[in-house]
Nanobody, 117 residues
């Protein structure tokens, strides 16, 4: 099973940007969907964005227009660019790998993103 490692989280001021990177232990070329989810304290895990093998993205409603997701099958990485960050974007961000939009086979450990006002 693929192992996923997130990096790039941290503390940023409201309005700032962050780039998160997910590095896989094996090739992601055959993985149908790579994605990013987040979970804030006391809330359910929610979709941030996901990208199909073709490169076609699907972005969550709460971050639409503020995030860009991309995958590099040659480097086995998935990158999430977060712009115009808001305090409510504060959460642990998780990388995912799955056979479809609704079947997730692996999760990363998560990386904390904290947005200060």
């Amino acid at each position: 099973q693929v192992q996923l490692t997130e990096s790039g989280g941290g503390l940023v001021q409201s309005g700032g940007s962050l780039r998160l990177t997910c590095t896989a232990s094996t090739s992601i070329a055959s993985i149908s969907v790579m994605g990013w989810y987040r979970q804030a304290p006391g809330k359910e895990r929610e979709l941030v964005a996901r990208v199909a093998r073709s490169g076609s993205p699907d972005v969550g409603y709460s971050v639409k227009g503020r995030v860009t997701i991309s995958r590099d099958n040659a480097k086995n990485t998935v990158t999430l660019q977060l712009d115009s960050l808001k305090v409510e974007d504060t959460a642990v961000y998780y990388c995912s790998a799955g056979r479809s939009y609704y079947e997730i086979d692996a999760w990363g450990q998560g990386t904390q993103v904290t947005v200060s006002s």
